[in-house]
């Protein structure tokens, strides 16, 4: 417990499930964290919607059903008007408890109807987390209601209808305006669909004790704005590292291009780039600090290896004979190395031995080529596919996409929680491999480069957005990545 940050540790259900009852063991009645939940739950609705007069809470029959039917009580306590439509189904325990209440104190319960009550906020407690299949019957016709009209929605825990363990949206699956999650966070809420779906987040962790947590371990944490130190006034290029970013087969020479100035924006301090002759003259007219090499042959890169300190391998690099030549003399030089598109394509191909320090950047695509499985099967657990191709390859994996995923060979994973569908956009992929090899270069370990590079990566494309998402260019974050990475911004 001493170096768990409840503010940035994720948790499967699992997990939760286990603190809940520590809880219990420890004195808490279940319908004590109820009401915790519920008061959280109403302090949170009335700072978001402060001139909200009326609710409907749509309830089902377990516990998080409970957490609406008490949030229902404390609104009406407080001047609200609370409506209940509640699920069929009969409640026991805590929930039967809550039920009661709410019932007891004049309150109404209605039966499923096509049309919904008409309220100013409604309230989602039909499932909570631990639901692993799509919601059918009543259920599945309450959240197409909920989603249809344009009036916002609080969640009670997590959407129902999301998979709270890999962030799958089931169909339906309720779209939620404000989340509330109890206790600890959900994993599930970070990746995939599951950012989509629970809109703005926040995390009541119902004044658990201490001792609840004394056994606890987070499954992965959430990335924590970071930048780096600040340098020691006689510094010189040489003490930051020298990047050779590798790619840039014909028509492709921007890709390599955006990959070397990313790892110059980050602070490396010296990046060359090993691309076709091609390219050479339009990269030193758009960026003459980076040093462009035309190279033919595997051979022509030796004297560009032997002076460089990390490798930025795969942008725009191709699979035709000019590509395979590169990389496989790229890999054979065994140094640090960021991997990255048509260098994971590569790898997919033909298994080889990598580099003792290497970070791999897979999109959903490349990493079920890599797993030799499909793109659905790696989205349906993001958390499971990330984790095995770091076991495989023994790399740090950093596995792109909504709430993007660092994962490493012993287990450890982290979640990004910044980004924005603006970033769907061609050449961001070879700005992250940039901005991770321009942290290696600068002594950081494979694992807090790719931690950091994509916490950097995410935000600046994050601020580029205030000025639109649609038509965001990846050359856009260049400004912001260089605010961020000296703590600016």
Not at 229 to 235: F, H, K, Q, T
Not at 268 to 289: C, D, F, H, K, Q
Not at 380 to 406: E, N, P
Not at 473 to 483: G, K, V
Request: aromatic letters at 4%; one cysteine or more; charged letters at 20%.
């Amino acid at each position: 417990m001493a170096n768990l940050d409840l503010q940035s540790a994720l948790f499967t259900t699992a997990q939760l499930r286990a603190l809940d009852q520590a809880a219990i063991g420890d004195g808490i009645a279940g319908i004590e964290l109820m009401e915790r939940a519920a008061r959280a739950a109403l302090a949170a609705l009335q700072r978001r919607w402060p001139q909200a007069r009326t609710l409907c809470v749509l309830c089902g029959p377990g516990n998080n059903g409970g957490d609406g039917f008490l949030l229902a009580a404390l609104a009406r306590a407080a001047g609200l008007q609370a409506s209940v439509v509640a699920l069929p189904g009969q409640s026991s325990g805590d929930a039967a408890q809550a039920r009661e209440r709410f019932t007891g104190e004049g309150g109404q319960v209605s039966s499923v109807t096509e049309q919904l009550p008409e309220a100013d906020v409604y309230v989602d407690a039909l499932f909570g987390s631990g639901l692993n299949r799509a919601p059918a019957g009543d259920a599945a016709m309450l959240i197409a209601a909920v989603n249809a009209q344009s009036r916002p929605v609080l969640t009670l825990d997590v959407p129902s209808g999301l998979d709270s363990d890999t962030g799958v949206a089931f169909e339906p699956c309720l779209r939620a305006t404000v989340t509330v999650c109890f206790v600890g966070w959900k994993r599930g809420l970070f990746t995939a669909q599951g950012p989509d779906q629970s809109g703005e987040r926040s995390l009541a962790t119902l004044d658990i004790p201490t001792p609840a947590y004394a056994h606890a371990e987070a499954d992965a944490t959430l990335l924590m704005p970071q930048a780096l130190p600040i340098r020691a006034r006689d510094s010189h290029k040489g003490r930051y590292g020298h990047v050779l970013a590798i790619g840039g087969d014909l028509g492709a020479g921007g890709a390599v291009r955006m990959c070397g100035e990313a790892a110059a924006r980050v602070g490396a301090g010296l990046v060359s780039v090993a691309t076709r002759e091609a390219n050479v003259g339009a990269i030193l007219a758009a960026r003459p600090e980076l040093m462009p090499h035309g190279v033919h042959v595997p051979r022509n890169l030796e004297a560009l290896l032997a002076r460089a300190s990390v490798l930025a391998l795969g942008p725009g690099l191709g699979q035709d004979d000019w590509g395979q030549g590169l990389w496989q003399a790229a890999l054979d030089a065994s140094k640090p190395t960021v991997l990255d598109a048509d260098g994971l394509n590569l790898l997919a191909l033909r298994a080889r031995a990598l580099p003792e320090q290497i970070v791999m950047t897979p999109h959903p695509g490349e990493a079920a080529r890599l797993l030799e499985t499909t793109t659905a099967d790696v989205q349906a657990d993001r958390f499971a596919a990330v984790r095995g191709l770091a076991r495989k390859y023994g790399a740090v994996v950093v596995l792109k996409g909504s709430g993007s995923l660092v994962a490493d060979p012993e287990g450890r994973l982290a979640a990004c929680p910044w980004g924005n569908p603006g970033m769907a956009s061609g050449g961001m992929g070879d700005v992250l491999t940039g901005v991770i090899a321009g942290l290696l270069a600068q002594g950081l370990t494979p694992w807090d480069a790719a931690c950091l590079g994509v916490g950097l990566h995410a935000r600046a494309g994050d601020l580029a957005a205030r000025a639109g998402e649609r038509g965001m260019l990846a050359s856009d974050l260049f400004p912001y990545l260089r605010a961020l990475v000296n703590g600016r911004a």
